[in-house]
Structure formats: structure tokens, C-alpha cells
């Protein structure tokens, strides 16, 4: 059996780029056999693969699906903040485009709108719920796993590809991700298929895959700016030095690749830059109602120095020096107890194999396929992997679901190219060390909590050594014994990550910061640890202490939340980490939910976060106010942050304007503007329970309009929430 990754390169090919002599032509395409034929080529797979390659991956495919949709419903709305965009995308095509957090069109969220369309074009054809919402990041995930293995496979064979595929699937924060509403899903995804089309084009030459490559980092910007370009550089230098054409050409093709980078991605950006401010909404997470803004600064330079406008802190010091808001910086931050959980299992093993890989490979020609598709996803892991680890601003644990593709790839495609190698000592012994550093790596972690399966780190560490000492005499041995050894090394190597995987499935997850992993397996905060999960070691943006988990606190009490509560949502509102909309703390369905009163672990671990990281509970007797006369007004209230005008948005399904965006900072609308608002009668209540002003408490456009409402409307009560009647002036 011949495989494409066996094909011999070009004979000679050793010249460095650029030198004097003419470069080959492109490699031919490798013999495929016979056409096959579907639906017996669905099954069957290529005819050069083993009989049992093709439902090998069916079945890893569909296990990975059926894993990730497990009581998928137990989220809720997940991120209520993405929840109502999508909710409004599906009710006006406007909001769409731009990506409004309500239909009336307000203010978007603080991303491009990429990542909602999938789940807005789901809600139109089956309604809002929150499987609706969450289906489309499940297939994202399937999705992922199968481009992951087709790119390994390529290289490496079935058995490489899978054993990638299993990798990732099983990665803790790729199942937090893949079963959550935040625009990572979609961008783990772009940037898997933006690498296996540099990978193929490392094959052929054809400038197609590259273009196709420039397409997917295009809308992968669409999905996250900037960090979308994290792996520009890795992908442009490996296809620049081992590109199977001329030089020249290779330096074109680039170019074209940037094209088409500028036009998928820019396109959006030129139509809102360009669209009358006035008849859009605005720009949400920016200060000056400019996309440009908001991606240079707050989603751009601001999160690598820690200065973002209207943000709520920055992080550590350079090389690791403090731990600030966001948690210590440095070379360590993966492995750290505020990530390591998340994404490090394999990250050892990631990097002994990439080193020893591309030794392997070293005698390899320029264009030797095997190391450069090495070099396209080491490359891109360790690029990523050290922006994040330095990077001074907002930075969630979370983030860390973009190294997760290309780690597996890493781990199989090095993994079966030391394999094939085992019968030399130092290739055994560099598989034996990643299965070492693996279950050794695996017991600290565990270690980290140790009520959790406290027999499970023994395993890992007593089976992993075992299978290291049998990889170290792999090619000594028998192919049963061999294969058998590395069987034990692989489910030695993904039994601790598989358990925080099925912790991570097994439970709802909801608010702004969320974590996989059992409870206590993501301790954020600066030196000496945080409370609650919250970053810098448990204070409150702007001061004070976060309440315990489940609990809410009065009016005021926080730490100038937007609305000033701290525990509670505007107007009294206890807050839970749940599903908000339902009126007793219950997800879509009637579910109790997720760290709510039934005693489910929250999204953030911190419990009540006023509004700025959770949504409110809205009671019924909320809920039936603001939907009476609802369709007379653009918006049926106003609420100061995201997350509260989101809550009562989706329990009432009626639009609900968002004061200062996110973190209330936003100066949208400003005081002027809102009062024109309220005379046309085009708002009906505002929210209340705080003095407004966003992260700093008593000042900025929020602050205003709520000093305003409040000396100027009577107030309404509703269960236990406080409006204002915009409609009915005290004078």
C-alpha cells in the first residue's frame, strides 16, 4: 500500500530558496487509484487506505458529535451577551449584518458579526432555544475534527489522523468551546482550514489552496480580528522557504494570498466604515463609533499592552513580572494553575514531538512535505501559544481552544513520524519521552485537585511509564506487543484530559468567563490565587469582594457594576450564572439553571457578577410589563450593560437597548440622543436599581442618562425590579 505521504521528493531538491539553479516543477499529483464510487465510497474511503480507515473516522466523527450534544441544553443561553445578538440577527436582517445586540439596532457587540450568522440562520428556520443556538457550535466542533484529521492524514496516514482527531476532541476547553455560543468556534475552525490548505498547497504548488487559505483568515477576522492573524506569519515564511515552485512564483502566490485576505475580510469593514453613522448601529467595545477603532484598540494592541479604552484592567508585567486583572503573563501562562487545565495535557508531548520531528525529517529536500506541514502547525501553535502567554489585557482561559487543532495535528503528525522510525534508539526514545512528560504532566495536573478521581493520576502516571518502557524497545518487539504499548501510551496520554472532558460535557455552562474542567481546576487570579475564579485574585473591577458562588448582594455593594449593583441585577435582581429569561432561574426547557439555586457549577465559578459577566433573572411579573404595548416602541426598556438589557431582551423576546455596550463605558447613546429617544416615544421603560456610569460607578453617558431618568420618571414596580415609565414624567 502506497500512501501520499510516502511519495519520494523530488530527486535532488536540496537548493536553498533563491539559489542559482533552476527549481523543479511541481511535484505530481499522487496516483489516487480507481474512481470511487458513493454511497460505497462513503464507507469504503479511498481505495489506498485500509479497509478500516473510513469507519474509523465515521465513528470518531459521530462519537465526537454525540459527546458534545450530551445535555446540551443544560447551558441555557449560554453567553447571554452573543445569545441576544443572535436573537435579534434572526428577527432583522439588518441586525444581521451588523451583528446588533437588539433588533431596534442600537449598538453591536464587540466582535465582527461572523460567528452569529450560523446560529441567527438556525433560529430563523427553527426558532429561538437554546439548541438552536448551541447546534451550530457542536458541528463547528465535528467540523474541526474532521479537517484536523484530513490534514494529518495526508502526511501521516488514518492511524496519525485519528489518533489527532481523538486529540482534539478530547481537549477540555474544545468541548467547553465547541458547546458554547462565543466566536471561538467558528475561528478554531477558519484557522484548521486555513492550515490544511497551506498544507496542501506545500503539496502541489496551486495557488487555489492558497487564495482558499487567504478566504478562511479573511472571515476568520470577520469571526475575531486580529487574532486571526496570530498565524500569518508561520503559514507566509514555511510556504515562503519550502513552497514546491520558483521563488518568484512562491512570492506571487503569496501576494494573491493577501488579496484575497484583504477582500474577504475587509469587504464588511469597508461597508460599515462607510455607512452614515447615523442609520447603523453603533460600533460596540469603541469610544469613537469606528470598526477601525474598535480593532486596532480594544479587540487589537489594547489586549497585547493591557490598555484598552473602556476595558476593566490589563494583566501581569512583561516575562511574567505581576499578576494583574487578567492573571500572570509569561512563558509559564499555559501550563499555569489559572490554564493548565484547560489546554496543557499534550502540550509536553507537542513539543517534544515537533523537535524531534523536524530532527527526523532533517535530510529531507526544501520541499519535503512531512516537515513543512510540521512547521505550518508547530508554527502556528508556538506563534499563538506566546502571544498568549505575554499578552497583557483581557485574557480568558478560554482563548486557549485556538491552540487546540494545532496541537493535535502536532502530536500525530510527529507521533507516526517517529513511529515509522522506531527501529533507530533515539526515535523510541523520543516516543517513549512524550509519553513520559505526558502522564507525568497528567499527575500534576490532577494533582491540582485532588477530591477529583483521586485514583485517576496514579493510573495515568503507572500506565504511561509502563507504555514509555515498552516504546523505548518498540522496534525490538514483536508488531502485536509494539502496537500494544502504544495503545496503552495513547489512552495513558488522553485518559486525564477524556475525564475533564466528560466533567466539562456533563454540566451547564453560562456568563462572560467560563471554564472545563471539574469545579476548582481553573483558579484565576494574580500571586497567592483568586476567589470566586474572578481575575486578579478576586476583586471587583473598580474594587470590592465578589460574592460567594450562588450568592447575590444589594444595590450598590458591588464594585460599580454598570447600574451600580453588585449582586444583583438592576433593580434588585439576584443574578445567577444561568439561563436568563425564564422568570425562576431555569434554562429553555424548565431546567434548573447552571449555577443558579440547584447547586450546577457556573460559568464563572464567582456566582452573581451584577450584570457585567452574567445575565438577570427575569420574574414573570417583569417579564409581563415589559411585553405589554411592546410593538408600540423600537425598544420596550433600556438597561445600563450588555448582559442586562440581554437578559430581559430574551425573556421577552422584545428589543432592549443596551447603554454603554458591554461594560457600560460605551458612550452610546449619549444623553442628547437618548433624550430625542424618549420624546419620539420610541423607548417605554429604562431599568433601574444603581447610578449607572459602567466600570468606574458615578460618571460617563450611563451615569448621566440614569441621573436624568431618575430625576425625571415615576417608577414602576415589577416583582422585585425596579422601572422607571418613560412615558410618564414626575412634572
Known amino acids: 500500500m502506497t500512501t501520499q505521504h510516502e511519495q519520494p521528493a523530488p530527486a535532488g531538491d536540496t537548493r536553498h530558496p533563491g539559489g542559482g539553479h533552476p527549481e523543479p516543477p511541481a511535484a505530481p499529483r499522487p496516483h489516487r487509484g480507481p474512481r470511487w464510487s458513493r454511497p460505497r465510497g462513503l464507507w469504503r474511503g479511498r481505495p489506498e487506505d485500509p479497509r478500516w480507515a473510513r469507519p474509523a473516522l465515521l465513528g470518531l466523527l459521530l462519537a465526537t458529535a454525540l459527546l458534545y450534544l450530551y445535555d446540551l441544553s443544560a447551558s441555557g443561553w449560554a453567553n447571554s451577551f452573543y445569545a441576544a445578538a443572535v436573537q435579534a440577527g434572526s428577527e432583522s436582517w439588518k441586525a444581521f449584518f ?98 490544511y490548505l497551506v498544507v496542501r498547497a506545500l503539496e502541489d504548488g496551486r495557488t487555489r489552496w492558497l487564495v482558499w487559505a487567504g478566504v478562511a483568515v479573511g472571515f476568520a477576522f470577520l469571526t475575531k480580528t486580529l487574532q486571526a492573524f496570530l498565524i500569518l506569519p508561520p503559514l507566509a515564511l514555511v510556504y515562503g522557504v519550502c513552497g514546491p515552485v520558483r521563488l518568484r512564483r512562491r512570492l506571487g502566490q503569496l501576494v494573491l494570498a493577501t488579496l484575497a485576505v484583504v477582500v474577504s475580510g475587509g469587504w464588511w469593514v469597508a461597508v460599515v466604515e462607510l455607512w452614515p453613522a447615523s442609520s447603523r448601529p453603533y460600533v460596540g467595545g469603541s469610544q469613537n463609533n469606528s470598526f477601525l477603532e474598535l480593532t486596532f484598540g480594544y479587540n487589537g494592541l489594547g489586549r497585547l499592552n493591557g490598555e484598552e479604552t473602556g476595558s476593566v484592567g490589563g494583566g501581569g508585567g512583561p516575562g511574567g513580572a505581576g499578576g494583574g486583572m487578567w492573571g500572570e503573563t509569561g512563558w509559564d501562562r499555559m501550563f499555569n494553575s489559572e490554564t493548565g487545565g484547560q489546554i496543557s495535557w499534550l502540550l509536553p508531548a507537542a513539543l517534544i514531538l515537533l523537535v524531534t520531528g523536524l530532527v527526523a525529517t532533517r535530510r529531507g529536500g526544501r520541499t519535503d512535505t512531512t516537515r513543512s506541514s510540521l512547521l505550518v502547525w508547530g508554527g502556528s501553535l508556538l506563534m499563538t501559544a506566546a502571544v498568549f502567554s505575554y499578552m497583557a489585557g483581557i485574557f480568558h482561559q478560554y482563548y486557549t481552544v485556538a491552540l487546540a487543532p494545532y496541537l493535535a495535528a502536532v502530536v500525530g503528525t510527529g507521533a507516526a513520524t ?94 462572560s468567563i467560563v471554564t472545563a474542567g471539574p469545579a476548582g481546576a481553573s483558579m484565576m487570579g494574580g500571586p497567592g490565587g483568586g476567589r470566586g475564579g474572578f481575575p486578579g485574585g478576586g476583586e471587583f473591577p473598580g474594587g470590592g469582594t465578589p460574592p460567594r458562588q450562588g450568592q447575590g448582594g444589594g444595590p450598590g455593594t458591588g464594585g460599580g457594576f454598570p447600574g451600580g449593583g453588585g449582586g444583583t441585577a438592576p433593580g434588585g435582581n439576584q443574578q445567577g450564572n444561568g439561563a436568563p429569561g425564564n422568570g425562576n432561574g431555569t434554562a429553555p426547557g424548565g431546567r434548573p439553571s447552571p449555577g443558579g439555586s440547584s447547586g450546577e457549577r457556573g460559568g464563572t465559578g464567582g456566582g452573581a457578577m451584577g450584570g457585567l459577566l452574567n445575565g438577570a433573572q427575569v420574574d ?43 461594560n457600560g463605558t460605551d458612550p452610546s447613546p449619549t444623553l442628547a440622543r437618548f433624550k430625542e429617544y424618549v420624546a419620539d416615544g420610541r423607548i417605554h421603560y429604562f431599568i433601574g436599581g444603581g447610578t449607572g456610569g459602567g466600570m468606574g460607578g458615578g460618571s460617563g453617558t450611563a451615569s448621566q442618562i440614569t441621573s436624568w431618568v431618575e430625576a425625571n420618571f415615576k417608577t414602576v414596580t415589577a416583582g422585585s425590579a425596579t422601572f422607571y415609565d418613560l412615558t410618564q414624567p414626575t412634572s
Open 620 to 662: 414573570s411579573e417583569a417579564k409581563k410589563l415589559l411585553e405589554t404595548d411592546a410593538g408600540d416602541y423600537t425598544w420596550a426598556a433600556a438597561a445600563i450593560g450588555s448582559q442586562n438589557a440581554a437578559s430581559y431582551q430574551l425573556g421577552t423576546g422584545e428589543p432592549v437597548m443596551a447603554i454603554g455596550g458591554f
Open 418 to 511: 517517529l513511529w515509522e522510525r522506531r527501529e533507530r534508539m533515539w526515535a523510541s526514545l523520543a516516543l517513549a519521552a512524550a509519553v513520559t512528560a505526558t502522564a507525568a504532566w497528567g499527575y500534576v495536573l490532577l494533582n491540582r485537585t485532588p477530591d477529583y478521581l483521586p485514583w485517576l493520576k496514579w493510573a495515568v502516571l503507572v500506565g504511561g511509564l509502563v507504555a514509555a518502557l515498552g516504546l523505548v524497545f518498540a522496534g525490538r518487539l514483536g508488531r502485536r506487543t509494539a502496537l500494544a504499548a502504544a495503545g496503552l501510551g495513547i489512552a495513558a496520554s488522553l485518559a486525564a484530559p477524556g475525564a475533564y472532558t466528560l466533567s466539562t460535557v456533563g454540566e451547564g455552562h453560562s456568563g
Open 98 to 195: 451588523f451583528g446588533s445586540l437588539d433588533a431596534g439596532n442600537a449598538i453591536t457587540v464587540d466582535k465582527p458579526p461572523a460567528a452569529l450568522w450560523p446560529m441567527a440562520l438556525a433560529v430563523r428556520v427553527f426558532g429561538l432555544s437554546s439548541w438552536s443556538i448551541l447546534v451550530p457550535e457542536v458541528l463547528m466542533g465535528v467540523a474541526t475534527v474532521a479537517v484536523v484529521y484530513a490534514a494529518v492524514r495526508r502526511r501521516s496516514g488514518p492511524a496519525a489522523g485519528l489518533i489527532a482527531g481523538a486529540v482534539l476532541a478530547l481537549t477540555p476547553v474544545a468541548a467547553l468551546m465547541f458547546r458554547f455560543n462565543n466566536p471561538d468556534a467558528l475561528l478554531a475552525l477558519l484557522m484548521s482550514v486555513a492550515c
